[in-house]
């Protein structure tokens, strides 16, 4: 069974730059999550999608961050403009369902200079 | 609010000893909790998940047990490998009421096992 998948995996650049990330949830996977993670500290979560409606994204930064889960699989993350505090790893997660267990893509690294 | 906290923030350890690590939350009304363990530069993977019902789970080597009354858990390895080298992260999902159920995630305890 193939995990989820994040891209791109690194990412590099200037402060009020955009930047957006892509993740596929593993097949069949109702619940999509995207977490930041700052060096140090456990992931905090961004947004929560139900199939492709929001749970929860109260901790999104929405005058900057956006996300969508279009036909309730693939979701993009974006950041416009980016801050020098937005350097973290962000972290898609998915689950068949609320409350269940959740897998973890490899995250994507993202350095604002 | 639940905050969750893990202390040590690191711990080194030798080759085959026995440890245990410790997650305390601060609100005992909870519907899971998860260990993940995390290696560098790569995701979560998730270890074990013990249900607000259950006290303990196993698997192999790895053993975790939930208090819920005085708001802690603890993952016990035995006989630690270097392999078993990462950072380990509790997490709780607060109860159905309270929001989405949500991972509310510790700072981690970065553990390295010495050859």
């Known amino acids: 069974e193939a995990g989820v998948a994040q891209s791109p995996r690194y990412k590099i650049i200037e402060k009020r730059q955009s930047v957006a990330f892509w993740c596929n949830p593993i097949s069949g996977h109702a619940t999509l999550y995207w977490y930041q993670q700052i060096l140090g500290q456990g992931p905090k979560l961004l947004i929560q999608f139900q199939n492709n409606g929001v749970v929860d994204d109260s901790q999104l930064p929405k005058d900057r961050f956006s996300a969508e889960r279009l036909k309730g699989v693939d979701s993009t993350l974006k950041i416009q403009p980016a801050k020098l505090e937005d350097s973290a790893v962000y972290l898609c997660?998915?689950?068949?369902?609320?409350?269940?267990?959740?897998?973890f893509g490899p995250g994507t690294r993202l350095l604002v200079l | 609010k639940q905050e969750v906290t893990q202390i040590p923030a690191a711990l080194s350890v030798p080759e085959g000893e026995n440890l245990v690590l410790n997650c305390s939350f601060t609100d005992s009304a909870i519907y899971n909790l998860q260990w993940f363990r995390q290696d560098p530069g790569k995701g979560l993977t998730s270890l074990l998940l013990?249900?607000?019902s259950q006290r303990e789970q196993t698997s192999g080597r790895l053993n975790a047990s939930l208090d819920k009354s005085s708001g802690r858990s603890t993952l016990y390895i035995a006989a630690s490998q270097p392999g078993d080298s990462a950072t380990y992260l509790c997490?709780?999902?607060?109860?159905w009421g309270q929001g989405a159920q949500k991972l509310v995630f510790g700072q981690g305890t970065r553990l390295t096992i010495n050859p």
């Open positions: 997660a998915s689950s068949l369902n609320r409350g269940e267990t959740q897998y």
């Open positions: 013990i249900q607000s």
């Open positions: 997490a709780v999902i607060p109860s």
